[in-house]
């Protein structure tokens, strides 16, 4: 069994909906979690980061960490033809974890 | 702008070939990766390394091996290919320090193709 199970989509919404992604995870050591966007033949790029449950927003993207229920969830709100991306979610246990556990990816696709 | 540079964005080599793939990044980093990227399976790690002549397994290093004679470069490399190599290969770097390591920089990648 994988550490991090994503949903694997892929989604399609119409621009100005509220993306939702999820993933969870198995090791109840994970502290830190993030989320990576992918755009379209480029590598991965950090656009979220937090640390332990609760919640950070940035703009129209907010994380969520549910660590009694090991729940990770990234939504997109008044989403945009240039969210069309797959999004990564990744755990590691501590700050200096070289070894991050990577979900699978959601491919999404925002039609204008 | 921060970048990693992989030498090639695509790669068709023959069952048996020893393939050498080359990441450079302009940042100082210490730490740098390779990863290997499947559909359905996300990304795993193959090497890391956090110094110059430093090398750590990941989580599926059977098959290959990387060198890292400079700070900048990071190679690696398939001693024979076989078809089931057959992947796209991301590079990374990271910091040390107030830059944790969950803050990878990628390169856009090398698709090979084992024939």
């Known amino acids: 069994q994988k550490e991090v199970e994503q949903d694997p989509g892929p989604l399609s919404v119409p621009e100005g909906a509220i993306v939702s992604l999820n993933c969870t995870y198995s090791?109840?050591?994970?502290?830190?979690f993030m989320w990576y966007r992918q755009y379209s033949r480029k590598g991965p790029e950090l656009l979220m980061y937090?640390?332990?449950?609760g919640n950070k927003e940035d703009g129209r993207f907010t994380a969520q960490v549910d660590k009694s229920s090991k729940y990770i969830s990234l939504f997109i709100r008044d989403s945009q033809p240039s969210d069309s991306a797959t999004y990564l979610c990744?755990?590691?246990?501590?700050?200096?974890?070289?070894?991050?556990?990577f979900g699978a990816g959601t491919t999404v696709t925002v039609r204008a | 702008d921060v970048k990693v540079t992989q030498s090639s964005r695509y790669l068709v080599k023959r069952t048996g070939e020893k393939v050498f793939l080359e990441c450079v990044q302009d940042m100082d980093h210490e730490n740098m990766f390779w990863y290997r990227q499947d559909p359905g399976l996300g990304l795993r790690l193959i090497y890391f390394s956090y110094d110059v002549k430093m090398k750590e397994k990941g989580d599926i290093p059977e098959g290959y091996s990387v060198s890292r004679e400079k700070k900048e470069r990071f190679s690696l490399i398939l001693e024979s290919a076989s078809t089931n190599q057959t992947s796209m290969y991301l590079c990374?770097?990271?910091?040390?320090?107030?830059?944790?390591?969950?803050?990878?920089?990628f390169g856009s990648g090398t698709q090979l193709s084992v024939l």
């Open positions: 990744a755990t590691a246990v501590g700050r200096n974890d070289y070894k991050l556990s």
């Open positions: 990374a770097s990271s910091g040390q320090g107030e830059v944790t390591n969950e803050k990878l920089f």
């Open positions: 937090t640390y332990s449950s």
């Open positions: 090791n109840s050591a994970f502290q830190y």
